[in-house]
């Protein structure tokens, strides 16, 4: 018969797929049909040569009856309109796959592990292995495309979850540096004596360096990092117990147990604790995005702010506990996240609580806390060198794999 356009026609919807009426045959096509009334087309040996139809191939045929072959026409478009089905996008959120698999924990990799080798990527997706922090599992291509509604089994996965963070730095307490993902080894204070062990680091603004503070407020810079000044060598009140970069004047700003603030290359000077309180015991700092301010943090999670940094509250207000190791911004700066050493992880402001280790049921010193540059996911740090991430945080190794002889202690993001 004549199709709608007036003329025998092959077309990817329901309009070459249905029987249109008596209305559309034309004498030529039914001449055509009757004409060759029980003759079919004949394989070698004698089976019959069945049809084979799809709307879109996607550029290949599959196999069947026929040898699979490159379908040039798939991609051709007519009248500035063309195919939608040949190429095509979807962008699947990772807590969608989490739902989906939630025995995996968090996700980690999407990998095909097995493809019928025809056509673009290697072919069509016949396995697919999913990762996570708990484990992994596999299904068909067939399965995963279902679930998450794709077009077909033909796919390539074009990014895995990262949340902006194409690697990470750990440094350990004798000054050792473990490089992951696409963060570069620029030297490290490891095999060489330290007067006192290191207690925190920071990475420059373009990640082509970092710093590191032992707890005698000695500074040591590699890669692009400038070293401006440090208290090595200096009477301090009490130890130092970490640092933070300026990102807007590249200098950095170490901070002692007492809450006193020393300030290096520029980086301003907003206040310090010993101003308004005498305290023994803050463990760590953060800066906001845009270095007008920072947060220091108590062992009680107690919260001091100052310059443009904002107050959103402190754990006091919810707990009395005793065992805070670190705290971090989220990337807007209108909130933070305070890590308790069991791995307990308080929320304040924009910060949202994508887990914790006791909550994965894991035992072990938490140290550290690193961010997403998204906010949406973070990576907590053990003493024993685990990095264990949550939310859309990726893991690209830990040193826990090395068995490192000292304690690790903090650590830095690259952005990805």
Not at 58 to 63: D, F, N, V, W
Not at 174 to 203: C, E, H, Q, W
Not at 319 to 334: C, I, L
Request: charged share 10%; with cysteine.
């Amino acid at each position: 018969f004549q199709g709608y356009f007036g003329y025998a026609d092959i077309c990817d919807s329901t309009a070459c797929q249905a029987y249109p009426g008596t209305a559309n045959e034309n004498a030529l096509t039914d001449t055509a049909v009757t004409d060759t009334a029980s003759v079919v087309v004949l394989m070698p040996g004698g089976a019959p040569a069945f049809t084979q139809y799809s709307s879109s191939t996607g550029g290949y045929t599959a196999p069947g009856t026929f040898a699979a072959v490159v379908d040039d026409g798939d991609s051709v478009c007519l009248q500035n309109a063309c195919n939608s089905h040949h190429s095509w996008q979807v962008q699947i959120p990772v807590s969608s796959v989490q739902s989906t698999f939630p025995q995996i924990g968090t996700l980690v990799s999407i990998t095909v592990t097995q493809r019928n080798g025809l056509g673009d990527f290697g072919g069509r997706a016949q396995q697919v292995s999913i990762s996570g922090t708990n484990g992994s599992t596999t299904v068909t291509g067939n399965t995963f495309a279902a679930d998450f509604g794709l077009q077909s089994n033909w796919f390539n996965i074009a990014s895995q979850p990262s949340g902006g963070v194409g690697g990470y730095w750990v440094v350990g307490s004798d000054g050792g540096i473990f490089s992951f993902g696409t963060a570069n080894y620029y030297g490290s204070m490891g095999n060489t004596r330290l007067v006192k062990p290191i207690v925190g680091m920071t990475a420059t603004p373009d990640a082509g360096g970092y710093y590191m503070v032992a707890a005698d407020g000695g500074i040591f810079a590699f890669g692009d990092a400038k070293f401006a000044g440090s208290m090595g060598g200096k009477y301090l009140a009490q130890p130092m117990v970490g640092m933070a970069i300026d990102p807007a004047n590249g200098g950095y700003w170490t901070d002692a147990a007492d809450g006193g603030i020393f300030s290096y290359g520029g980086a301003p000077f907003f206040g310090s604790v010993p101003q308004y309180a005498h305290v023994t015991n803050i463990v760590g700092m953060t800066t906001t995005p845009d270095g007008g301010g920072y947060w220091m943090v108590g062992n009680d999670g107690g919260i001091f702010s100052f310059g443009d940094a904002k107050f959103f509250g402190s754990v006091p207000q919810y707990a009395k506990v005793s065992n805070v190791t670190a705290m971090a911004a989220t990337p807007d700066g209108k909130g933070y996240w305070v890590l308790g050493a069991d791995g307990g992880v308080y929320s304040f402001g924009d910060a949202a609580f994508e887990g914790s280790l006791p909550g994965r049921g894991i035992s072990a010193t938490a140290t550290d806390l690193l961010p997403t540059k998204t906010g949406a996911g973070y990576e907590i740090l053990t003493a024993d060198g685990q990095v264990v991430p949550f939310g859309d945080a990726p893991q690209f190794g830990q040193p826990s794999t090395y068995k490192p002889a000292a304690t690790m202690v903090a650590g830095a993001t690259v952005a990805g």
